[in-house]
């Protein structure tokens, strides 16, 4: 999963309108869970339906993928369904056009490798790293500390931290006590040592949503109807 990761954020990069076909932007991390937008863009199928899709790779995750929407830079993200339905929520202009992952989401209760927190219910008052405010791994935070019964301003502080990497480092720093964050994705720094898995927050919703801006709705409708 690691290296496939590693893949999707180098090799699948595209840019550039291709001559006679219809440009459609579309966001999402670099993570395996996409792998089937840069397998048909590598076939050709988006080219037999007249469109050049432009992957935009964004690993800092649903927080900034909405602000590229709200923003015009995308037209369509695959967005985590709580970080879409909050950012709408909170008067984003964009819409929830399909689901892309209907199972939910594993995520993942990570401590740093020898750590003497051994069970979830030990992380009461200790900080949460996060990507960014209104992201996946903000909205779960409280998700879990509302199954523990905890008040989750001050019984789970949160650090924001960006992207995978800035949570390694600041856990190596000590700077944060936990990072939530889908279990495959981090596999392999709980195989070679560096952190520790503890528990488990599956969503009690489908994961991945296809979300898209109004703007791109009123010009591309027909081109995001393809994609979906």
């Known amino acids: ?27 999402g991390v670099p993570e395996h869970f996409n792998a089937p937008f840069h397998l048909a863009k590598s076939r050709g199928l988006y080219e037999a339906k007249g469109i050049d899709m432009q992957w935009d790779m964004t690993p800092q995750g649903t927080g900034a993928m909405g602000q590229k929407l709200d923003a015009d830079e995308v037209d369509v993200a695959v967005m985590l369904s709580e970080g879409a339905v909050a950012r709408i929520a909170q008067g984003s202009k964009t819409k929830v056009v399909g689901t892309y992952v209907k199972s939910p989401l594993r995520w993942g209760i990570h401590v740093k490798k020898g750590s003497p927190i051994r069970h979830p219910a030990e992380l009461k008052g200790r900080v949460f790293g996060v990507s960014r405010m209104l992201s996946g791994s903000h909205l779960m935070a409280h998700v879990f500390a509302d199954q523990q019964g905890w008040a989750p301003t001050t019984d789970a502080p949160l650090k924001i931290v960006g992207t995978l990497d800035g949570a390694r480092e600041a856990m190596g720093k000590g700077e944060i006590d936990a990072w939530l964050w889908e279990k495959f994705t981090t596999k392999h720094l709980v195989d070679n040592g560096e952190w520790d898995i503890i528990g488990e927050v599956p969503t009690p919703w489908p994961c991945f949503l296809f979300v898209a801006s109004e703007t791109a709705l009123a010009s591309k409708g027909e081109q995001i109807q393809k994609n979906g």
Do not use: C, K, V
């Open 1 to 27: 999963m690691a290296a496939l990761a590693a893949r999707l954020s180098t090799r699948w990069t595209y840019g550039g309108a291709l001559r006679g076909l219809s440009t459609l932007r579309i966001a």
